[in-house]
């Protein structure tokens, strides 16, 4: 089955700066990578995702970047903000019915004022 | 769009007790999913439904653990007995087409077992 790798498991910046964290994934089938964010006491929310047959993808201050070679897909966020301290989590999924969303161990993020 | 609503949103039970936890998904999306948060294990997918039926229940742990989808508008997860180890955080969640399209989650249930 598909194992997904997410690195850090904690990161910590200052507000201005970027954030960026990696995961990695097995399964060559895999073609939908989403990423999510979860606040204390919430389930996790979507904040962006990517196919596979897309290289990168923005939305204001947060990007996706996918290398398939490599079974990595990144997510970057800029000009970080208090309230982006949360939880991110990656997943990848393949394209079958049958298929499963697996999620990485998730990166505790906190951008100090 | 009310999301995808989850009750109870905090359940404390004895260990041997039943316990039934209840979503209702987001109108129009035709799959639904239930998941397992702990700080040890991360997210787990315990079963995922299709058009109301159980299309993978590999993660389910074990004959204690049952779910049902009687219909498209709601879906319930069941713990009998349950055991302290089951103490975790249940979400669910919906999606318009399956995992391969974004996942809808619901605030979840925390479930503690004494």
């Known amino acids: 089955g598909e194992n997904v790798e997410q690195h850090p498991s904690t990161l910590s910046v200052q507000e201005g700066d970027s954030a960026v964290i990696k995961c990695t994934y097995s399964d060559s089938a895999s073609n939908y990578f989403p990423w999510y964010k979860q606040e204390l006491g919430k389930g996790p929310q979507l904040i962006i995702d990517i196919r596979s047959n897309v290289g990168e993808k923005k939305d204001q201050r947060i990007a996706v970047t996918l290398n398939k070679t490599a079974k990595h897909f990144s997510l970057h966020i800029t000009e970080t903000q208090p309230e982006d301290s949360a939880v991110y989590f990656c997943a990848a999924s393949d394209n079958t019915n049958a298929g499963k969303s697996t999620f990485g161990d998730g990166t505790t993020l906190t951008v100090k004022p | 769009d009310a999301g995808v609503i989850q009750s109870p949103r905090h359940e404390v039970t004895e260990m041997g007790q039943e316990v039934t936890l209840r979503c209702k998904p987001i109108?129009?999306?035709?799959?639904l999913f239930w998941y397992r948060q702990t700080m040890m294990r991360g997210l787990e997918l315990l079963i995922y439904?299709?058009?109301?039926?159980?299309?993978?229940d590999s993660g389910m742990p074990e004959d204690r653990f049952s779910a049902k989808m009687p219909n498209a508008s709601f879906s319930t997860l069941k713990i009998q007995p349950s055991e302290p180890r089951d103490s975790a955080v249940y979400f669910c969640?919906?999606?318009?087409?399956?995992?391969?399209?974004?996942?809808?989650f619901g605030n979840g249930t925390r479930l503690t077992v004494t």
């Open positions: 969640a919906s999606s318009l087409r399956g995992p391969n399209s974004p996942l809808h």
């Open positions: 109108s129009g999306h035709n799959s």
């Open positions: 439904f299709n058009n109301n039926v159980p299309i993978d």
